[in-house]
């Protein structure tokens, strides 16, 4: 069964104070590992698809990382506005029995960027 | 690109009564969709996959005379919610599946939020 553990549950950090949000997981032959982010209310944006070990991606102060076991959602001086639920998903090569190449979730990583 | 919609955002109706909610694809096309319910400070929980023209695929435990999925169109799914009761309650999100060479991205909408009294 694919799991995805994000850590840490919760993160305050102050305005300009860059950190990383975790995602480990296990999956039986990953076809791509994706960030989203949640905000209240909202469905989730996306924001990344990563393939394979060693690959990165940046959009803005966000940079995501690869490696065999977990992904790196990195935050460099973060603002107020990137204040957000992050939810990491990986997605499976083996179809689902209905077909489709599904996500399986994280629980997330609510982040507050305090002023 | 890669715009999902989703109406109505918001709904109040009466125990006993259904609600259908909307989920268009607005910029292409989605030969999948998925129905998702996000209980408060959870994750997301997979419904159903709804896939054009055949029948939808419910996940174990999600009943599918409550939740009557319909994939008429490409670019249009829809969830009934019959004789809602209180605990069928809940943020309800739909995403549509952009399929590019080896990538199938799950884009989502900005979900439902439902309230039976």
């Known amino acids: 069964e694919d799991q995805v553990t994000q850590s840490p549950e919760a993160l305050r950090l102050q305005e300009g104070e860059s950190s990383s949000l975790n995602c480990s997981y296990t999956?039986?032959?990953?076809?791509?590992l994706f960030w989203y982010r949640q905000d209240p209310g909202k469905g989730p944006e996306f924001l990344f698809t990563?393939?394979?070990a060693g690959e990165e991606k940046e959009k803005e102060r966000l940079k995501a990382t690869l490696t065999k076991k977990e992904s790196f959602l990195h935050i460099t001086a973060p603002k107020p506005e990137d204040s957000a639920t992050y939810l990491c998903?990986?997605?499976?090569?083996?179809?689902?029995?209905?077909?489709?190449?599904?996500?399986?979730f994280g629980k997330g990583t609510k982040l507050s960027v305090i002023p | 690109g890669a715009v999902v919609s989703q109406h109505p955002s918001r709904v109040i109706c009466k125990s006993g009564t259904s609600v259908k909610i909307e989920c268009r694809s607005l910029d292409f096309q989605a030969t999948t969709m998925f129905w998702y319910r996000q209980f408060p400070k959870k994750s997301l929980m997979l419904m159903a996959t709804s896939n054009e023209g055949s029948k939808a695929t419910y996940e174990q435990g999600v009943e599918k005379d409550k939740f009557l999925i319909n994939h008429a169109s490409l670019t249009l799914s829809t969830l009934t919610v019959t004789s809602a009761h209180p605990e069928d309650s809940s943020f309800y999100i739909c995403?549509?599946?952009?399929?590019?060479?080896?990538?199938?991205?799950?884009?989502f909408g900005p979900g439902t939020r439902l309230t039976v009294l």
């Open positions: 990563l393939y394979s």
């Open positions: 998903a990986v997605q499976a090569r083996v179809r689902s029995g209905a077909g489709s190449y599904q996500l399986t």
């Open positions: 995403s549509a599946s952009l399929s590019s060479g080896s990538t199938d991205t799950q884009y």
């Open positions: 999956v039986s032959g990953l076809r791509g």
